[in-house]
């Protein structure tokens, strides 16, 4: 079946790009030029993957996720301007499953769009037990207290455990070392304590296929660390 393909972003030249080009790779796409009609057009006709300009001309990309998000979890591949961090920290919150800044190469955008296709149907669900996690090829059991990567047993502490399971609870939020030191209960941490930033760090060496570039567990500047929905580009935000 064809993957049915929704451009919301009112640059007209691009979207005609970007639609001739998709359809070409076996796409059926549509597009819209305000964030009114896209929403409009999704409650129509959800699609596969909606590809969501952050800069319209009525509602922003932001306001349009959020009222996407509340409702369902269609796959949103967010478009960001600049790149600007902040927008991408935002946009990973509010629950896109991913981003590419501008300028991007058509092929580039083609890569992400098959990703997100292929790994849809798998995020955050039940897996058979209803008490495992599942993010991609990563496991959080949490009936037996045991995290798997691609089927693979993976040995941290039980205190890192619970760390990593309360980032993936919250998944898609920035979660501060303090929210963090609230959330996990047991060892005893004080603020200023940096110890967390090494548990965090052996989670990574646990997970992440390369702990020194991380794309699960980001670490936000300034505010804390964040797991992301789905492995975030290389290189982390």
Do not use: W
Not at 15 to 30: I, S, V
Not at 169 to 182: C, T
């Amino acid at each position: 079946m064809t993957a049915d393909i929704l451009i919301i972003d009112d640059d007209t030249r691009l979207t005609a790009m970007l639609e001739d080009y998709l359809k070409k790779q076996g796409f059926a796409t549509r597009a819209s030029a305000t964030g009114k009609d896209g929403l409009a057009e999704i409650a129509r006709t959800p699609p596969a993957v909606v590809i969501l300009d952050l800069m319209l001309p009525d509602l922003d990309g932001f306001e349009v996720c959020r009222k996407v998000r509340a409702t369902s979890d269609l796959p949103i591949l967010m478009l960001t301007a600049k790149g600007e961090e902040t927008d991408r920290i935002v946009g990973l919150e509010l629950g896109a499953d991913d981003y590419l800044p501008k300028p991007f190469s058509p092929r580039e955008l083609l890569a992400r769009l098959r990703a997100i296709l292929r790994r849809s149907q798998g995020t955050m669900t039940s897996a058979r037990d209803a008490d495992i996690l599942t993010f991609g090829d990563l496991e959080i059991d949490r009936g037996a207290r045991q995290i798997r990567v691609s089927g693979e047993e993976r040995q941290i502490t039980g205190y890192q455990y619970d760390l990593l399971l309360a980032l993936a609870e919250n998944a898609g939020r920035v979660l501060s070392r303090d929210q963090l030191m609230d959330m996990v209960k047991g060892e005893e941490l004080e603020a200023f304590d940096r110890s967390i930033d090494v548990h965090i760090s052996r989670i990574r060496a646990a997970i992440e296929t390369d702990p020194k570039h991380p794309r699960r567990i980001i670490t936000v500047r300034g505010a804390g660390y964040l797991f992301a929905r789905h492995q975030t580009p290389a290189g982390g935000i």
